[in-house]
């Protein structure tokens, strides 16, 4: 089961409506999932759509209308296996007895599912397998909530997190012991209601204050009795997604304490420091290394220009070409950065991206401003090369696709590999940021992060990989 996912809840203690709530928070965590959404309230029958919260928003206006609650939970999905049709969207009821909404990667649902039935699943892209696993230890334990989640994750192996609504009007929040996937806890004041969201930056569209992080390995209990917290935390070394901070969450994000604009700005300037290059202007890969390029500028002196821009008036110009599921979808999306011609002609150019996973739109990028008259076309990246599948929710699931393990294979060195992506990309030069820099960057300890994307050290995710499945 992967999915690299959004999650958002909320409890209004002044039993006002929370659609609309939801309805909005979902909305500021559509960088996480594009391809379908939903939300739950507990009548128990989740309202489910395709697409963007934004679209057909008239038609789903109706049915949200009448959903009326002053307790949900809803999530946005983008799928990294599995198909994307309208079933496997979220939240999943389980039996009538709770909905459950999930962000992450369950590594081992075979063992999960054998568990539950004595048999291995036909289909394993599936919360439901969780939620009805869930659901067993819940029968045999008494209903207790707290105990019987806190078993369900001693069987979990991977990266997750999840938010469950019960009939009896509870929520509950939780996330691994290691924190890979980011979730917090908000209180929007005028409504006196409880948030959870997988970012900050939904909190921040509400007017709703961040008041902390889910801990890893802490189950967060939200009822009529406010909010109540059970670790099963278990001392071990945390594992949080370098990747997070440097594409995938929302640059106005804060995530355990660290704000995301900042780290990517810093790492900008770390790039700077890095590389002395010498070049006309500086362009940011619109939209994730905008804050890096502006750090990059900062410390170089050279100035950074728009060289690139999305088209935001088209529906594909506001999207995320990584996350679309299909080879296809990302070249489409590709189309929709389109370059600014005065800003680049005769110049020559230090591209700034935050990372190279598969080289699609690092070869359209350089194609394109070689086109425009750039001189020069020379490539810095803010996360070191990614030569591995990540095993833990984001979507480079195998090493072929990936163009660092490509063209250098496993061990090269750095000046190998941005050589060899280099020629790949038909850029004139490519620099790579080093772990030791990224870590600091986002003010961690390399230990603190994951980075088995990079170094292939899956033993974060205490996995054994002979036991992988995939659909
Ligand atoms: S392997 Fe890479 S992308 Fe996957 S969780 Fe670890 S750091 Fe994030």
Redesign the pocket.
């Known amino acids: 089961m992967k999915e690299k996912c959004g999650l958002f809840a909320a409890f209004s203690t002044s039993k006002t409506d929370v659609i609309p709530l939801v309805t909005i928070g979902l909305r500021g965590l559509q960088h996480r999932g594009q391809e379908a959404w939903g939300i739950a309230t507990p009548t128990m029958n989740p309202f489910k759509q395709n697409g963007l919260v934004t679209d057909n928003l008239d038609q789903s206006a109706l049915v949200l209308q009448q959903m009326k609650s002053n307790i949900a939970i809803g999530h946005v999905r983008y799928s990294t296996a599995g198909g994307t049709s309208l079933s496997n969207a979220q939240p999943f009821s389980i039996n009538k007895k709770f909905c459950i909404a999930h962000n992450g990667t369950v590594c081992d649902l075979n063992s999960v599912n054998t568990k539950l039935t004595g048999k291995k699943p036909r289909r394993i892209n599936d919360t439901s397998i969780v939620g009805k696993r869930l659901l067993s230890i819940l029968k045999t334990n008494n209903f207790d909530w707290f105990k019987s989640i806190e078993l369900l994750c001693d069987e979990l192996v991977g990266?997750y997190c999840f938010v469950i609504l019960t009939p009896d009007n509870e929520i509950y929040a939780f996330r691994d012991t290691r924190g890979?996937?980011p979730l917090c806890i908000g209180w929007h004041k005028k409504s006196k209601t409880y948030l959870i969201s997988s970012e900050s930056c939904a909190f921040s569209m509400l007017g709703a204050e961040l008041t902390r992080d889910v801990n890893p390995g802490e189950i967060i209990k939200i009822s009529n009795k406010g909010l109540e917290s059970h670790s099963f935390s278990r001392g071990e070394r945390t594992?949080h997604?370098?990747?997070?901070y440097i594409y995938?969450a929302h640059p106005s994000s804060v995530i355990d304490q660290t704000s995301v604009y900042e780290s990517r700005r810093k790492l900008g300037q770390m790039l700077a420091e890095m590389y002395d290059l010498n070049a006309d202007v500086v362009v940011p890969v619109p939209d994730s290394a905008r804050p890096a390029a502006l750090g990059f500028s900062e410390k170089s002196g050279i100035p950074m220009v728009e060289g690139l821009m999305k088209d935001r008036y088209a529906k594909r110009g506001s999207q995320r070409s990584f996350i679309q599921p299909k080879y296809k979808e990302r070249l489409k999306i590709n189309r929709w950065i389109m370059p600014v011609k005065s800003a680049v002609d005769g110049k020559d150019v230090i591209v700034i991206d935050d990372s190279i996973v598969r080289g699609i739109s690092s070869k359209a990028i350089v194609k394109t401003l070689r086109n425009s008259g750039a001189k020069s076309v020379k490539i810095l990246v803010t996360y070191p090369p990614?030569r591995?599948?990540?095993?833990?929710?984001?979507d480079?699931p195998t090493h072929e696709e990936l163009i660092a393990y490509n063209t250098s294979g496993k061990n090269s060195d750095i000046d190998t590999i941005n050589k060899k992506v280099g020629k790949s990309v038909n850029a004139d030069f490519v620099g790579y940021n080093t772990v030791e820099n990224l870590a600091a960057g986002i003010g961690k300890k390399p230990n603190q992060?994951?980075?088995?994307?990079?170094d292939g050290e899956?033993g974060?995710?205490n996995r054994n990989l002979s036991n992988e499945t995939s659909e």
């Open positions: 990266a890979f996937r594992a997604c370098s990747f997070e995938f990614i591995h599948p990540c095993r833990a929710g984001i480079f992060l994951c980075m088995a994307c990079h899956y974060v995710l």
